[in-house]
T-cell receptor, first 114, second 114 residues
């Protein structure tokens, strides 16, 4: 069965701190895709990154970085020098290529306090 | 700029009413999705459609139906609304999953059934 776990329900950090959001997934497939989405208070989910199962290179985009480790089935997301605008709910998601459904984790609510 | 719009941001209906939630995308996407979002449960797929007049059940289709008569429009129907259908409803669209493209989301409809 496919499953995505985000063990951290809520996280609070003070502005400029670094924060890592954890994501652990389960799948028996060898080919799959992982995603991170951000849901700000306005409600609309925004795509952040896609990673396929054959590409284990870490990715950095500005203050955001992602660490994909197949050995531990994890796809963690780090925000460096957090800002108040980073306050949102963040979802990790898994797409199995052989069918069209995306499985979302329960989300982690991040609050960045000024 | 890509866009997914939903007919209402907030909706209040009475138990037993028939409810229509409309979603329109302007990206010529083949795939469209309806999710409901509840605290602690993340996003759960209700129905999705990969082509006009085609539909597939998601994980929680009971109590819902859908209609896709045109490529750009995907409607979610609550035949007889119940209080346990009070939730946030999110519509999304994407290119065919074989390309593993990200989903684009609308702003959501917060439905309250009293």
């Amino acid at each position: 069965a496919q499953k995505v776990t985000q063990a951290q329900t809520e996280i609070s950090v003070v502005e400029k701190e670094d924060v890592t959001l954890d994501c652990v997934y389960e799948t028996r497939d060898t080919t799959y895709y992982l995603f991170w989405y951000k849901q700000p208070p306005s409600g609309e989910l925004v795509f952040l990154i896609r990673r396929n199962s054959f590409d284990e290179q870490n990715e950095i985009s500005g203050r955001y970085s992602w660490n994909f480790q197949k050995s531990t089935s994890s796809f963690n997301f780090t925000i460096t020098a957090s800002q108040v605008v980073d306050s949102a709910v963040y979802f990790c998601a898994l797409l199995k290529t052989s069918y069209d459904k995306v499985i979302f984790g329960p989300g982690t609510s991040l609050s960045v306090i000024p | 700029d890509v866009k997914v719009t939903q007919s209402s941001r907030y909706l209040v209906k009475r138990t037993g009413e028939k409810v229509f939630l409309e979603c329109v995308q302007d990206m010529d996407h083949e795939n469209m999705f309806w999710y409901r979002q509840d605290p602690g449960l993340g996003l759960r797929l209700i129905y999705f459609s990969y082509d006009v007049k085609m539909k597939e059940k998601g994980d929680i289709p009971e109590g819902y139906s859908v209609s896709r008569e045109k490529k750009e429009r995907f409607s979610l129907i609550l035949e007889s609304a119940s209080t346990n259908q009070t939730s946030m409803y999110l519509c999304a669209s994407s290119l065919p999953t074989g390309y593993a493209y990200e989903q684009y989301f609308g702003p959501g409809t917060r439905l309250t059934v009293t």
